[in-house]
Each structure stands twice: as C-alpha cells, then as structure tokens.
C-alpha cells in the first residue's frame, strides 16, 4: 500500500493540471506517519508517508556541467503526468519503488500506484501533515 498526504496529493495534481499538454515527473520523499500532525488513521508510526516533493529544476546547473543530479536525494517514489490519458506505468517513464502516474482530469481517483515492475498498487490518502521546517536564523 502507498500513503500519501491529502495537501501533497493536491499540489501534484495543479502541477500536472497547470503543465499540460506537457507532463510532469516529480521526485518525492517521505515521512515516518510518527511524526506526522494530524489524523494518521492509527498508521504505525514507523510507516512512511509521501510528504515532500523536491523541485524538478533543482540541480539543473550541476547536472549540465556534470551530467548527473545531484541537486536532489535518490527519492523513493516519483509523481508522473500521462497528459495523453494512458494510466499504465512505462518503460520510458523515470522509476523509482513507488510511482504515481496520473491522467486528465486529474483528479484524486485519476492517480495509479505501480512498483517499479509495473504492478499495481493500492494508495491511500492520508489527512495529515509533517511537522512544520523552519530555517533559524543565526
């Protein structure tokens, strides 16, 4: 099963809604359901959660001199767009352990979980939140 925030599902899917006809791929991150805030539904604290997406242009001046991205850690799941309205994972999609693949009009029930191999997953949608960063001040 795949857990995901509701606000973290919610700005997926304006992000794909917003760049199409273009698609989307979005590196994502997670959080132990522990320390989320929020109604968790009695997750165990040490599932993790999809909570954080990392910005696809971060890194883009290290991997044009480098090749490589090195702007964003090596996340374990990853949000795509499939604007032409095929739900199904493919081979030319980036992978990662968990993919989300969405179609038009995105929307909740237009979002399919696939492990790597393309197998289909069930996705739970939790109303919780992950405690608020700050960056002190020094």
Request: cysteine-free; proline content about 9%.
């Amino acid at each position: 099963m795949v857990l995901l925030t509701r606000d973290l599902l919610t700005v997926l899917l304006e992000r794909a809604a917003t760049a199409e006809p273009e698609g989307v791929n979005v590196l994502l991150d997670m959080t132990p359901a522990g320390e989320l805030q929020g109604d968790t539904g009695g997750l165990d604290p040490s599932v993790p959660v999809l909570t954080h997406f990392y910005f696809p242009e971060a890194g883009g001046s290290v991997r044009a001199v480098f090749g490589m991205d090195l702007g964003t850690p090596a996340g374990r799941a990853r949000f795509i767009s499939h604007p032409d309205g095929d739900p199904t994972l493919r081979e030319t999609d980036d992978l990662a352990a968990v993919v989300l693949v969405t179609v038009p009009p995105f929307g909740e029930s237009d979002v399919s979980a696939y492990d790597r191999r393309g197998t289909g997953l069930d996705l739970r949608i939790v109303d919780a939140a992950p405690p608020e960063e700050r960056i002190e001040e020094p």
